[in-house]
C-alpha cells in the first residue's frame, strides 16, 4: 500500500444555495436541449416514416412531437401565461393522450390517419409554443408552475423513449429491415451473472421530497423484506436460447394460464424481433438486422416470457422492493443502461398514495390495474431520466419496449433433513460459473478461509510483500492528522478486517472511537481478532460482523446515531475493477449514511519487479495462498482438484495497471467439483485475482486529502 485518503461521505439531495435566476435559467435550458434531443431523434425518418403506425400500442413519430407539445399548451401555458392564444383549436382533441378531463380525442388506434397536419405544420407548432415556454420560465414562475414544467420535461423524456420504441417496431415490420441509425450503440457483455444475497428486514421504498419523482414513486413508506437472493447482471441471449432449446416455448407447466394461451394464439417461439436466418438467430435492432450476440441480454420479452424463463431456471422474478433495495446496496449491474427489468409486482398504489385533483392526475393514478412494474432503465432511456424509485409499467402481454430479466430467488435450497447444502451455497454457485466461462474466473473473496487468512498473514510479513509494512508506516506516520477528524463517540466499521493489525494504529490515536465493527468473510479470522480487540481495549464497544462485505450488510443496532468512520486499508479497493470499486464505495456510503467518513488506502503504481516479487515470493507462500482456493474447492465442495497439476503464475498486465494472479494447467485434465465437471486445456489459466495500482490522480475516489509513498 502506499497512499491513504480521508474521505468525507456527505449527501444532500435538496436543492441549496440556488438563486431564483439560477433555478431559472437552469429550468429554460434543459427545456431547450429536451426539446432539441426530440427532435434530434427524428432526423434520420422520412417524412413518410413519420406518419406510419405500426400496431395499437405504438404512435406515429409526427403524433410525439406534437402531442409533447400540446402538454406544455394544455397544462402551462393555456392556465399560467395570461393571454395566451391556442395555436389551434383542434390540435386539443388531435394530440390529447388520455386526459379525460380534458376533452374527446383522437381513438388511439387511429393516431396514424392523421396525415393532417403535416410535419412543417407540426414543426411550426413547436416553435410557437418554444418561443412562448421560454418567455414563460423566464418570468419568475411559482413553485407550482416550476413543477408542471419539471413534470413536462419528464413527459418529454418519455416520449424520446417511445418514439424510438416505436421507430424499431415500425422498421421490424418492413421487408427490408431499415436502419435507424448504423453507429447506434450496442449493448456491453461482461462476467456471468452471480447471486447476491440480501438478509431482509425493514426497508424504506419509494422516492424522498428532495428531488423529483413522479406521484406514483410517492410517498416513502416500510415494507418489510424477506432474506432473498438477485441477480446481479441480466439474463443473456445465449442462456434464452438454452431455455428455447429446453422447450421453453412449447411446454405448458412453465407458464402462467394466460401467458401459455398468448403463447399459442400468438405462436410466440423467441423474443420480439428474433428472426431465424440460416446461420443462426438474427435480431432487429435501431442498428438494423443484427445476428443474436449470445453474451448480450435478453430484451424485448413480456412479463409472461419472464415469468415463464425464471420457472425454467428455478427461480423467480425479484419484487420492486427488492430491486430497490439492491440496486440501492450497489449490488446490480446493468441497472439503467440495457433494458428495463421486470418485476413480480403489479402496478398498485403505495398506501397513503393520493393523485391530484387537477387533470395531472391522469398522469399515472387511473393505469394501476393490469400492469406490471419495471425497474431500472434502458439503452433508449434518456440519460438522468431514470432513478432507483422509477416505477415504469406495462400489460404483461407487452414486449416491443427494451424489457429484460433480472432473476431472483429465496435464500439457499435445503435437503430432505432441513439443512442447506454445499452445492446451494454462494461460493458453489460462483465456482460452477466462474469454472464454466470462456475465461475461467474466480472471485478473489474466497481466498480468506482460516487457512488462507492465515496464508495471507505469511504473505504480509515476507520481505517482497511492502504494502503492509509501508501503509503502517503511513497510518502511524499520519493518525494524529487522522484522530484529529474522528468525532467524540464514532463508530469504526472495517471492511476486509482480517486480523485488524493496522486497526489498532487508529485505537491507539483516536480513543474518542466508541465503537468497533470489523467485517470479514472469514468466521474464524474474525472471532480471533475480536476477542484480542475486547481483551486489549477494555472500553471499546467491538461487535463483529460475519459477512461478505461486498454484499448488502446491516450495521449493528448498538451503532445507530452515531458518526461512522469507514476503514478500508490494504489497497483492497484494488482488487475491484473500476466499475466494482464504484458500486462498491456508494453502497459504502449507503451503509455510513450522511456525514461519515472513509478512510481507505490505495497502492501506487511502481516498477514492475517490485510488483512481481510483492506477488511471487521466493518462499512460495503467495503460491500457496493462490493454491489455497483450490484446496477449498477440495474441502468444501468435494473437488478433486491435484494443486501440483497447477502452476501459480503472478503478472503485470500494464495496459490495465494491474497485477493479476492466475493458476495455470500443466496438462489436459478434467477436474470435478459442486456436481459438475469441468475441462482445462494445458496451459489455460484460471484467473483468481486482480490488483489494480493507482496514480495520486487516479483514485477512484475524489477525497478530502491524499499522502503517498
Known amino acids: 500500500m502506499a497512499g491513504w485518503a480521508l474521505l468525507g461521505v456527505r449527501t444532500n439531495f435538496a436543492r441549496r444555495g440556488l438563486r431564483v435566476s439560477d433555478a431559472t435559467d437552469e429550468l429554460s435550458d434543459r427545456y431547450v436541449r ?36 400540446w402538454f406544455f399548451e394544455a397544462f402551462l401555458l393555456s392556465v399560467h401565461s395570461p393571454g395566451y392564444r391556442v395555436f389551434d383549436p383542434d390540435y386539443n382533441f388531435l394530440f390529447n393522450s388520455y386526459y379525460e378531463a380534458l376533452g374527446p380525442r383522437q381513438p388511439r388506434a387511429q393516431r396514424g390517419l392523421l396525415t393532417r397536419p403535416g410535419s412543417i ?41 417511445l418514439l424510438l420504441m416505436d421507430v424499431l417496431h415500425l422498421f421490424s415490420r418492413s421487408p427490408t429491415k431499415p436502419i435507424y441509425d448504423k453507429e447506434w450503440p450496442v449493448d456491453a457483455i461482461g462476467h456471468r451473472a452471480r447471486f447476491q444475497g440480501m438478509s431482509g428486514g425493514p426497508f424504506e421504498l419509494g422516492a424522498t421530497a428532495a428531488s423529483f419523482a413522479f406521484d406514483n414513486e410517492h410517498p416513502r413508506h416500510t415494507t418489510w423484506l424477506q432474506p432473498f ?96 433495495c439492491a440496486a440501492r446496496a450497489g449490488l446490480l449491474e446493468q441497472v439503467e443502461d440495457v433494458a428495463w ?10 398506501p397513503g398514495f393520493r393523485p391530484a385533483e387537477n387533470a395531472a392526475g391522469e398522469y399515472n393514478g387511473k393505469f394501476m390495474v393490469g400492469q406490471m412494474v419495471l425497474r431500472g432503465g434502458a439503452s433508449v432511456t434518456p440519460a438522468h431520466h431514470s432513478r432507483l424509485t422509477y416505477r415504469n409499467f406495462y400489460r404483461p402481454e407487452q414486449r416491443w419496449m427494451f424489457s429484460g430479466v433480472r432473476l431472483a430467488r429465496d435464500p439457499t435450497r435445503s435437503n430432505e433433513s432441513g439443512e442447506p447444502t454445499a452445492a446451494d451455497s454462494d461460493f458453489a454457485v460462483d465456482v460452477v460459473a466462474g469454472l464454466s466461462a470462456r475465461e475461467k474466473t474466480l472471485p478473489p473473496k474466497y481466498f480468506y478461509d482460516a487457512a488462507g487468512s492465515e496464508l495471507f498473514e505469511a504473505i504480509s ?105 469507514g476503514f478500508f486499508p490494504g489497497s483492497t479497493i484494488g482488487n475491484f475493477t473500476p466499475a466494482e470499486a464504484l458500486r462498491f464505495l456508494r453502497s459504502v456510503r449507503q451503509l455510513l449514511g450522511d456525514g461519515s467518513l472513509l478512510l481507505i488506502g490505495a497502492d501506487l503504481a511502481k516498477d514492475e519487479a517490485t510488483l512481481v516479487a510483492a506477488y511471487d515470493d521466493v518462499k512460495g507462500i503467495t503460491a500457496r495462498f493462490n493454491k489455497n482456493l483450490l484446496a477449498r474447492i477440495n474441502r468444501e465442495l468435494s473437488g478433486d482438484f491435484d494443486l501440483d497439476a497447477f502452476e501459480h503464475l503472478a503478472v503485470w498486465n500494464a495496459e490495465l495497471s494491474r497485477m493479476e494472479m492466475h493458476l495455470v494447467s500443466r496438462a489436459n485434465q478434467i477436474v470435478n467439483a459442486a456436481t459438475h465437471t469441468f475441462a482445462f486445456k494445458a496451459g489455460e489459466r484460471l484467473h483468481t485475482e486482480n490488483s489494480h495500482k493507482f496514480t495520486t490522480n487516479r483514485l477512484p475516489i475524489s477525497p478530502r486529502k491524499r499522502v503517498g509513498w
Open 34 to 69: 429536451a426539446r432539441h434531443q426530440t427532435e434530434a431523434l427524428v432526423k434520420p425518418l422520412s417524412s413518410e416514416d413519420m406518419v406510419v403506425q405500426s400496431m395499437q400500442d405504438a404512435s406515429p413519430a409526427k403524433w410525439h412531437l406534437a402531442h409533447t407539445t
Open 121 to 161: 405544420e407540426v414543426m411550426a407548432y413547436r416553435r410557437y409554443v418554444d418561443d412562448h415556454m421560454r418567455k414563460l420560465l423566464q418570468s419568475g414562475i411559482s413553485a407550482g408552475t416550476e413543477d408542471l414544467a419539471r413534470l413536462g420535461l419528464a413527459h418529454e423524456e418519455q416520449h424520446q423513449e
Open 229 to 324: 437472493e438477485i441477480s446481479d447482471r441480466l439474463v443473456t441471449n445465449g442462456e434464452w436460447i438454452t431455455f428455447m432449446a429446453d422447450g421453453g416455448y412449447v411446454r405448458p407447466e412453465l407458464w402462467l394460464s394466460d401467458g401459455w394461451t398468448l403463447v399459442q394464439s400468438e405462436s410466440w417461439t423467441a423474443p420480439l424481433y428474433w428472426v431465424q436466418t440460416p446461420d443462426g438467430w438474427s435480431q432487429m435492432t435501431l442498428r438494423g438486422l443484427r445476428p443474436v450476440k449470445m453474451d448480450a441480454p435478453v430484451t424485448h420479452v413480456s412479463y409472461y416470457e419472464a415469468a415463464a424463463y425464471a420457472h425454467w431456471a428455478s427461480a423467480r422474478l425479484p419484487t420492486e422492493a427488492e430491486w430497490e
Open 341 to 350: 427489468q421486470w418485476t413480480q409486482s403489479a402496478y398498485s398504489p403505495y
Open 461 to 565: 510479513r515476507t520481505h517482497e510483500y511492502y504494502p503492509t509494512r509501508v501503509e503502517t508506516a503511513l497510518l502511524q506516520q499520519f493518525a494524529p492528522e487522522i484522530a484529529a477528524g474522528i468525532p467524540e463517540g464514532a463508530v469504526l466499521v472495517e471492511f476486509g478486517s482480517g486480523a485488524s493489525d493496522k486497526t489498532r494504529v487508529i485505537l491507539d490515536a483516536a480513543p474518542q472511537i466508541a465503537a468497533y465493527v470489523p467485517i470479514d468473510i472469514s468466521e474464524d479470522a474474525l472471532a480471533r481478532a475480536a476477542a484480542a480487540l475486547a481483551r486489549d481495549y477494555p472500553k471499546l464497544l467491538v461487535v463483529p460482523v460475519a459477512e461478505d462485505f461486498t454484499g448488502a450488510i446491516r450495521l449493528p443496532a448498538a451503532t445507530q446515531g452515531r458518526v461512522k468512520v
